[in-house]
């Protein structure tokens, strides 16, 4: 069995991974003895599940809605979906506590490291890093208030139909008020209103009510339907290895996303398969190079593919680096030194890769 982390976090999630890099800089000195102190990532896999959930409430009046409004969809019962909208996969670099090295600087040099706040490294001799370029994180929403929450539904109760005791005759009066509310509207359109309003601004406001009271009316006798978005996420580390296909959430078509183990949802599974795995550099003749003396660790990561399946078919794929499935090698820390033309470096912060190295100048 593959051995991985898997976290699974609340919904409505504020959000994450974030961008930005909080940075530390370290300088090579006599106090640290010229050796700098970091960790090399692992690849983490952030996945999000946007999931779609829409509830339906019958109104008052339903009974009543095709007698009085023609209506013959009306909402007659409570009900409530949830759908999988959309998945987004994310890889993010965590420090790998098997993975603490010491780069080693020449005595009375000042090379300095760029740290993320997690220690990994950033980059050598330079303030620059690489830019992530991560993509759009679905949000979390609430559902819109309804025509019946809105400020305008106790408005359009009239002080008869409040003081009714009879469904039948608080539905026959609603129906009237919608019609009375069309008319209204009609005249003031068609310029025939006893007081009109005063200008083009007043007009749209008054308009705006009369439609918000008559869409209050026409819900209870329709209903209501709302939808909101939950967002949730888990966090899933492979190893070397990958990860066979997995049980990491569950969907219910009641309530979206679950807990792995709530059996009230349908299994979504996760693998992560290694397509390539990192090497070590070789020279000319073949022979694999050595990782020189106090060098300046990076990962070399492989490459995967990683699926996410629901129901028996594939809902989002993504081929990543991945870190663990990788070697790690040096850079020679004279590099960095080098009193005419000192070098600089620059590295993934997912994976640990050596992006650019060139002349600090």
């Known amino acids: 069995m593959?051995?991985?982390i898997l976290i699974l976090a609340a919904a409505a999630l504020s959000g994450l991974p974030a961008t930005a890099q909080t940075s530390q800089k370290l300088t090579a000195g006599k106090a640290s003895e010229y050796?700098?102190?970091?960790?090399l990532p692992a690849t983490a896999l952030d996945i999000y599940f946007e999931a779609e959930v829409s509830e339906e409430h019958p109104g008052e009046f339903h009974n009543y809605a095709r007698r009085h409004l023609g209506i013959n969809d009306a909402v007659t019962a409570d009900s409530r979906q949830a759908t999988l909208k959309s998945v987004t996969i994310v890889p993010r670099g965590i420090p790998n506590p098997d993975k603490r090295y010491m780069a080693q600087f020449k005595a009375g040099t000042?090379?300095?490291?760029?740290?993320?706040?997690?220690?990994?490294?950033l980059s050598v001799n330079?303030?620059?890093?690489?830019?992530?370029?991560?993509?759009?994180?679905?949000?979390?929403?609430?559902?819109?208030?309804t025509a019946l929450e809105s400020p305008a539904a106790a408005q359009a109760v009239t002080a008869e139909m409040a003081r009714s005791s009879s469904t039948s005759k608080r539905a026959?009066?609603?129906?009237q008020r919608i019609f009375e509310l069309r008319e209204t509207r009609s005249d003031i359109l068609s310029g025939q209103a006893d007081n009109p309003p005063a200008d083009g601004q007043a007009m749209q406001l008054v308009l705006d009510n009369l439609s918000a009271q008559e869409a209050a009316l026409t819900a209870m006798f329709a209903g209501t339907n709302s939808s909101r978005?939950?967002?949730d996420h888990i966090t899933i580390v492979p190893d070397s290895t990958g990860m066979s296909e997995t049980i990491v959430a569950r969907l219910s078509a009641v309530e979206g996303i679950l807990p792995a183990d709530n059996l009230a949802g349908a299994p979504i599974t996760v693998s992560v398969k290694i397509l390539e795995q990192g090497v070590m550099p070789v020279m000319e003749n073949g022979?694999?190079?050595t990782f020189p003396k106090g060098g300046v660790a990076y990962n070399i990561p492989g490459r995967a593919l990683v699926t996410v399946n629901y129901a028996g078919r594939k809902i989002a794929e993504k081929e990543i680096a991945l870190a663990q499935a990788g070697?790690?090698?040096?850079?020679d820390p004279k590099l960095f030194t080098d009193k005419k033309e000192p070098a600089k470096a620059l590295f993934d912060p997912t994976t640990g890769a050596l992006v650019e190295l060139g002349p600090a100048n």
Request: aromatic share 8%; net charge negative.
């Open 287 to 289: 022979a694999t190079k």
């Open 126 to 145: 330079t303030e620059d890093v690489v830019a992530i370029d991560s993509p759009e994180i679905p949000e979390a929403s609430a559902a819109t208030p």
């Open 110 to 121: 000042t090379p300095f490291m760029l740290l993320s706040a997690d220690n990994l490294p």
């Open 229 to 231: 978005t939950d967002v």
């Open 35 to 39: 050796g700098l102190i970091y960790t």
């Open 327 to 331: 070697v790690v090698f040096g850079l």
């Open 172 to 175: 026959e009066l609603a129906a």
């Open 2 to 4: 593959n051995k991985y």
